[in-house]
């Protein structure tokens, strides 16, 4: 039986959950949770580098944040559609892994696929938990406690924020595994990623810090009311 996770975040690319929620990984991993993360596509449309290039730099970048689970689905990169298919997909990779809490994109975004990302997880979470959804005889309900939010492009005002001031510097690591799509090659086009896009996000965790009194947080939306749970979440 699969060792369960205390925290899994969704993402429909690789890079995607690296940008929003790095430095809070870290921080759980280093007081003991497991962590892991679930991206969606391949993300074989993206303007700069392969569908090989990216899964080797998802794989560096899960190494730097010590991830317990690096899940790669098959779902269509720029088709994720509110479809029964996709959500079951996700349903699975839920009681698979059995989460305690599930992070996913926040729905205002400039990029479609991180809002409907956003979408399939709400759908899949709430689903998994219903017992006569799926295939109960070979993977149980499980409901996960709580759904949160991260913003990848975005610099809306968050509901909470986490201060990641002591796993700043292994989030830019992270987002750097990234080569090909931060940094542009002899053959590669201009992206809005291609142009000091890790900088700015470096800068608006910083900006979000000092909205706390710390050098830099990232900040986050709760799907429902906000409880805190000091053994997780709470006083991190």
Avoid: W
């Amino acid at each position: 039986m699969t060792e369960p996770l205390d925290i899994l975040a969704f993402g429909a690319h690789p890079d995607d959950v690296e940008i929003g929620m790095a430095g809070t990984l870290a921080k759980l991993k280093e007081k003991g949770f497991r962590i892991g993360i679930c991206n969606l596509t391949h993300a074989e449309k993206s303007s700069n580098g392969t569908v090989e290039i990216r899964q080797k730099e998802a794989a560096k970048a899960a190494g730097i944040l010590e991830l317990d689970e690096l899940i790669q689905l098959s779902l269509p990169d720029r088709g994720l559609y509110l479809k029964e298919e996709y959500i079951t997909e996700i349903i699975s990779v839920i009681r698979t892994y059995r989460p305690r809490i599930i992070f996913a994109p926040y729905h205002e975004d400039r990029h479609p696929d991180h809002g409907n990302c956003a979408k399939l997880v709400e759908e899949a979470v709430f689903s998994s938990g219903v017992r006569m959804v799926g295939d109960g005889k070979n993977q149980k309900a499980h409901k996960p406690e709580n759904l949160y939010f991260y913003q990848i492009n975005g610099m809306n005002k968050p509901e909470f924020y986490i201060d990641i001031s002591d796993q700043i510097n292994k989030k830019a690591l992270a987002l750097q595994a990234y080569t090909s799509q931060f940094e542009k090659d002899k053959d590669g086009v201009d992206t809005p990623l291609t142009n000091g896009y890790v900088d700015a996000v470096i800068s608006r965790e910083r900006a979000y810090g000092k909205q706390i009194g710390s050098t830099y947080a990232e900040g986050f939306f709760a799907k429902g009311p906000l409880v805190l749970n000091y053994d997780l979440l709470g006083g991190i």
